[in-house]
């Protein structure tokens, strides 16, 4: 019985398994049918540039507007396919400046020749662009329309060529088509018309020091006869890139001096197979498998690449402007592949000093990858990792997240050169906020003068911790609100180990209180927005607001609703409320005529006006409101010992709008509730 329900329970996973993938991934073939294949699909001979950009392109793009100036988003960098768990923010115009860099590079115009160096601040997201690449490519090199191929060679016993293995795959997983001697390869692809109107193939290069040493000897045993040689000895199989059996990705870490070697870029002597074959300089007595050999078909990371060593960089060089390297003992080597390294600005400020490294410079493109500066984008990244979902158990007050975000970015921001805009208002503007008397060429000209504006700054891993830390601290009775990591980020600076100077440390805790006055402005607003929330009341007061402004740009009376008489438009009460937005009394009639232009337009389009479609008129109506009614609730009582039955009912009303309709709970809105009853007893204490 146990049997049977354990045999169950293995086909139900077996169940899970695509046959059809499995099948097309362990392809295999003659050499003449991987022709077929090419002349069918010639992208698959695509080269290590082509392959990458194809595979960004194949997830889609969107084209939209900022600043006036028409930037891409490339779906890839949201990483959907693993719902967003390396996605990229804010990041669209170095994301951009990359892909052209591998576009280029795949129509051959010259930075396939040049080390790719991702250069910006710690945390500034270098590496998991880099991740992201190689995940995809490995998917993609899974699917039909990324399939390569390589080959491995056969029956080599029968030839003396291999004492115990029968066969050898190419240790440096070559495209086959490198098979056919380069002499005649060009007229080959021509006259076999393996190209065609979307993809011309072109395949460079000579083969592996091993694949050359079997494809040489072979052919004078076949006395010349190529076609023989080909047709007994190769078969053709699809290749599937894979970083965890280093198959076409490569990662390369610098570590201690004492204990690396260039043989770790590009291979060592097998000391086993010596005995074998005889001789260190038989290729088949050497380990094709350092950085650059098994990357080869795909890309290969460097890891704080300026850290290396200068004998590394020697080899850095060759690879990138001649596709070419040097295993001991053996003649150059062609490669193709995408050298992909990433840097700090501490580690690139030496390389500028350093005169040695002249040659790396001018063999470099580097992209910038700074810190987001555009808060919209910033909080997106915290609520990927602080989620409902991730975060059980504990419940985020809302703009928690929000007002973390807030700090992140405000570090980053230099403070602008026109004295009369403050830096958060800065911050707004960046996220496209609207701010009177600044238009879309003023934030143009804000980023141009601040050049280095994100390559500075607090890194979200800093705040990300500090987030976590507020969290697992018991204070809250199951909440965390905006103080509690606030006060996180604060306590931290003093022993932050990137703040290079005093001034710095001092300029971060001013940002913290530019953060709380914005706090403070948002659940006031957000306080009154609950109190006033009163539909039917607000709706009363709009329809009286309409009708007088109506009367007021006709030039005509209102008809007094319990009179009857045609009474003037009540101008105290429309200078009450546009007052709460602060239109001053020489734009009245212009907001006046703006709203019933607004009403018109909608007429023309059939469809009816309510008070909450004009954002401007929604916040002067219930800025009202709540000025009307807060005396009634006495919300400074609330910081008072004892409150009357009362004035209880109506702030648990308050409460309940502001759990239903602000995300709150029990705890952080009586929280929130009493900060802001705390606000408005200083402030009376004030007048």
Same mark, same amino acid.
């Given at each position: 019985?146990?049997?049977?329900?354990?045999?169950?329970?293995?086909?139900?996973?077996?169940?899970?398994?695509?046959?059809?993938?499995?099948?097309?991934?362990?392809?295999?073939?003659?050499?003449?049918?991987?022709?077929?294949?090419?002349?069918?699909?010639?992208?698959?001979?695509?080269?290590?540039?082509?392959?990458?950009?194809?595979?960004?392109?194949?997830?889609?793009?969107?084209?939209?507007?900022?600043?006036?100036?028409?930037?891409?988003?490339?779906?890839?960098?949201?990483?959907?396919?693993?719902?967003?768990?390396?996605?990229?923010?804010?990041?669209?115009?170095?994301?951009?400046?990359?892909?052209?860099?591998?576009?280029?590079?795949?129509?051959?115009?010259?930075?396939?020749?040049?080390?790719?160096?991702?250069?910006?601040?710690?945390?500034?997201?270098?590496?998991?662009?880099?991740?992201?690449?190689?995940?995809?490519?490995?998917?993609?090199?899974?699917?039909?329309?990324?399939?390569?191929?390589?080959?491995?060679?056969?029956?080599?016993?029968?030839?003396?060529?291999?004492?115990?293995?029968?066969?050898?795959?190419?240790?440096?997983?070559?495209?086959?088509?490198?098979?056919?001697?380069?002499?005649?390869?060009? +007229?080959? %692809?021509? #006259?076999?018309?393996?190209?065609? =109107?979307?993809?011309?193939?072109?395949? $460079? @290069?000579?083969?592996?020091? /091993?694949?050359?040493?079997?494809?040489?000897?072979?052919?004078?045993?076949?006395?010349?006869?190529?076609?023989?040689?080909?047709?007994?000895?190769?078969?053709?199989?699809?290749?599937?890139?894979?970083?965890?059996?280093?198959?076409?990705?490569?990662?390369?870490?610098?570590?201690?001096?004492?204990?690396?070697?260039?043989?770790?870029?590009?291979?060592?002597?097998?000391? +086993?197979? %010596?005995? #074998?074959?005889?001789?260190?300089? =038989?290729?088949?007595?050497?380990?094709? $498998? @350092?950085?650059?050999?098994? /990357?080869?078909?795909?890309?290969?990371?460097?890891?704080?690449?300026?850290?290396?060593?200068?004998?590394?960089?020697?080899?850095?060089?060759?690879?990138?402007?001649?596709?070419?390297?040097?295993?001991?003992?053996?003649?150059?080597?062609?490669?193709?592949?995408?050298?992909?390294?990433?840097?700090?600005?501490?580690?690139?400020?030496?390389?500028?000093?350093?005169?040695?490294?002249?040659?790396?410079?001018?063999?470099?493109?580097?992209?910038?990858?700074?810190?987001?500066?555009?808060?919209?984008?910033?909080?997106?990244?915290?609520?990927?990792?602080?989620?409902?979902?991730?975060?059980?158990?504990?419940?985020?007050?809302?703009?928690?997240?929000?007002?973390?975000?807030?700090?992140?970015?405000?570090?980053?921001?230099?403070?602008?050169?026109?004295?009369?805009?403050?830096?958060?208002?800065?911050?707004?503007?960046?996220?496209?906020?609207?701010?009177?008397?600044?238009?879309?060429?003023?934030?143009?000209?804000?980023?141009?003068?601040?050049?280095?504006?994100?390559?500075?700054?607090?890194?979200?891993?800093?705040?990300?911790?500090?987030?976590?830390?507020?969290?697992?601290?018991?204070?809250?009775?199951?909440?965390?609100?905006?103080?509690?990591?606030?006060?996180?980020?604060?306590?931290?600076?003093?022993?932050?180990?990137?703040?290079?100077?005093?001034?710095?440390?001092?300029?971060?805790?001013?940002?913290?209180?530019?953060?709380?006055?914005?706090?403070?402005?948002?659940?006031?607003?957000?306080?009154?927005?609950?109190?006033?929330?009163?539909?039917?009341?607000?709706?009363?007061?709009?329809?009286?607001?309409?009708?007088?402004?109506?009367?007021?740009?006709?030039?005509?009376?209102?008809?007094?609703?319990?009179?009857?008489?045609?009474?003037?438009?009540?101008?105290?009460?429309?200078?009450?409320?546009?007052?709460?937005?602060?239109?001053?009394?020489?734009?009245?009639?212009?907001?006046?005529?703006?709203?019933?232009?607004?009403?018109?337009?909608?007429?023309?389009?059939?469809?009816?006006?309510?008070?909450?479609?004009?954002?401007?008129?929604?916040?002067?109506?219930?800025?009202?409101?709540?000025?009307?009614?807060?005396?009634?609730?006495?919300?400074?009582?609330?910081?008072?010992?004892?409150?009357?039955?009362?004035?209880?009912?109506?702030?648990?009303?308050?409460?309940?709008?502001?759990?239903?309709?602000?995300?709150?709970?029990?705890?952080?809105?009586?929280?929130?509730?009493?900060?802001?009853?705390?606000?408005?007893?200083?402030?009376?204490?004030?007048?």
């Amino acid at each position: 019985m146990g049997e049977t329900r354990t045999m169950n329970m293995v086909d139900r996973i077996a169940s899970l398994q695509d046959y059809d993938l499995y099948r097309d991934l362990s392809w295999e073939g003659t050499f003449e049918d991987y022709l077929q294949v090419v002349r069918n699909r010639p992208q698959v001979t695509r080269n290590a540039f082509q392959r990458v950009y194809d595979m960004i392109i194949s997830h889609g793009t969107e084209e939209y507007i900022d600043n006036k100036k028409k930037l891409v988003r490339y779906n890839f960098f949201r990483d959907e396919v693993n719902l967003g768990a390396d996605a990229i923010f804010g990041l669209d115009i170095p994301l951009m400046r990359l892909v052209h860099v591998f576009k280029a590079a795949a129509e051959g115009y010259g930075p396939e020749k040049r080390v790719i160096l991702l250069h910006g601040p710690v945390g500034s997201s270098k590496s998991t662009i880099v991740r992201l690449i190689k995940k995809g490519l490995e998917r993609y090199s899974r699917s039909s329309e990324g399939a390569l191929y390589t080959f491995r060679w056969v029956n080599l016993r029968e030839v003396g060529l291999s004492s115990q293995e029968d066969s050898m795959g190419c240790p440096m997983h070559e495209e086959p088509l490198r098979l056919i001697p380069m002499e005649w390869r060009d +007229r080959a %692809i021509r #006259e076999l018309e393996l190209s065609n =109107d979307l993809f011309r193939v072109r395949v $460079d @290069g000579d083969l592996d020091p /091993a694949c050359r040493f079997l494809f040489r000897h072979l052919l004078a045993h076949y006395k010349g006869d190529w076609a023989k040689m080909v047709a007994n000895h190769i078969r053709v199989h699809r290749l599937v890139l894979s970083e965890q059996d280093r198959i076409g990705i490569g990662t390369f870490q610098p570590k201690d001096e004492k204990n690396q070697d260039s043989t770790e870029l590009t291979g060592d002597i097998n000391y +086993r197979k %010596i005995a #074998e074959y005889g001789s260190d300089s =038989d290729p088949r007595a050497f380990n094709f $498998d @350092g950085e650059f050999n098994i /990357a080869n078909r795909g890309v290969v990371e460097f890891v704080e690449v300026l850290k290396l060593d200068v004998a590394f960089l020697y080899d850095l060089l060759g690879a990138s402007q001649e596709h070419k390297i040097k295993p001991k003992k053996f003649a150059q080597t062609d490669i193709d592949e995408v050298i992909i390294g990433h840097t700090n600005e501490a580690e690139y400020k030496k390389l500028l000093n350093n005169e040695f490294m002249e040659a790396l410079r001018d063999r470099t493109i580097k992209i910038d990858i700074p810190y987001i500066t555009k808060l919209t984008e910033e909080i997106k990244i915290y609520q990927k990792d602080f989620s409902a979902e991730k975060v059980r158990g504990k419940h985020i007050a809302p703009h928690t997240v929000e007002v973390a975000a807030m700090w992140a970015v405000l570090t980053r921001l230099e403070d602008p050169k026109k004295h009369s805009l403050a830096l958060v208002q800065k911050m707004k503007l960046y996220d496209g906020k609207t701010l009177p008397g600044y238009t879309q060429d003023n934030v143009k000209e804000l980023r141009k003068e601040s050049k280095r504006e994100g390559m500075e700054g607090m890194s979200p891993r800093y705040v990300q911790d500090k987030i976590s830390n507020a969290l697992v601290d018991d204070a809250g009775e199951g909440t965390i609100n905006p103080f509690m990591v606030l006060n996180q980020l604060e306590k931290g600076l003093r022993h932050h180990s990137l703040i290079s100077s005093e001034e710095q440390r001092k300029r971060f805790a001013e940002c913290i209180g530019l953060v709380k006055q914005e706090y403070e402005d948002i659940v006031k607003n957000e306080v009154q927005r609950a109190i006033s929330a009163d539909e039917e009341a607000i709706a009363r007061l709009a329809a009286n607001y309409i009708d007088n402004v109506k009367a007021f740009t006709l030039k005509e009376k209102v008809k007094n609703r319990y009179t009857g008489q045609d009474d003037e438009p009540d101008e105290r009460l429309m200078r009450s409320i546009e007052e709460k937005i602060n239109i001053p009394e020489n734009r009245k009639e212009d907001f006046r005529r703006e709203i019933m232009n607004y009403i018109g337009a909608l007429a023309v389009e059939g469809k009816k006006f309510e008070w909450h479609m004009n954002e401007r008129l929604r916040t002067a109506l219930e800025k009202k409101l709540f000025d009307d009614q807060k005396d009634s609730i006495k919300l400074k009582t609330l910081v008072a010992a004892v409150v009357d039955k009362e004035t209880q009912e109506k702030i648990d009303t308050i409460k309940a709008r502001l759990i239903k309709y602000f995300g709150y709970n029990e705890v952080s809105a009586t929280d929130v509730l009493n900060y802001v009853a705390s606000i408005f007893a200083r402030g009376d204490a004030k007048d």
